[in-house]
Nanobody, 123 residues
Framework: QVQLAESGGGLVRAGDSLTLSCRAS???????TGWFRQAPGKGREFVASIRWSDSRTYYATSVQGRFTISRDNAKNTVYLQMNSLNSKDTDVYYC?????????????????WGQGTQVNVSS
């Protein structure tokens, strides 16, 4: 069983930076990890993902160049560095993991989810 725990959310101003962490417990070797976000009443939106095997990364167009996903396998932790934040980035951010090590954009492909962490960006 894999458990994911996000941390690092909070209230920041537009233009600020924030780093989210996703710590995994259980057997996660070989799992790809992704970040998604969701606004109230809307579906989950893909943000970024990273493969286990080669750390290849994938990004949504809306965050390309501003966000960076990375992983520290020794700490079983995946990070999402978010720069140049704007009000459109305000959402609940979720970490997700899947046993198939590919860069999927689809939330349905992910097997495990964290509880989410709130990010609020004031303009």
């Amino acid at each position: 069983q894999v458990q994911l725990a996000e941390s690092g959310g909070g209230l920041v101003r537009a233009g600020d930076s924030l780093t989210l962490s996703c710590r995994a417990s259980g057997h996660t070797a070989g799992y790809a990890t992704g970040w998604f976000r969701q606004a109230p009443g809307k579906g989950r939106e893909f943000v970024a993902s990273i493969r286990w095997s080669d750390s290849r990364t994938y990004y949504a167009t809306s965050v390309q160049g501003r966000f960076t996903i990375s992983r520290d396998n020794a700490k079983n932790t995946v990070y999402l560095q978010m720069n140049s934040l704007n009000s459109k980035d305000t959402d609940v951010y979720y970490c997700a993991a899947k046993s198939l090590d590919s860069g999927s954009y689809a939330d349905a492909k992910y097997d495990y989810w964290g509880q989410g962490t709130q990010v609020n960006v004031s303009s």
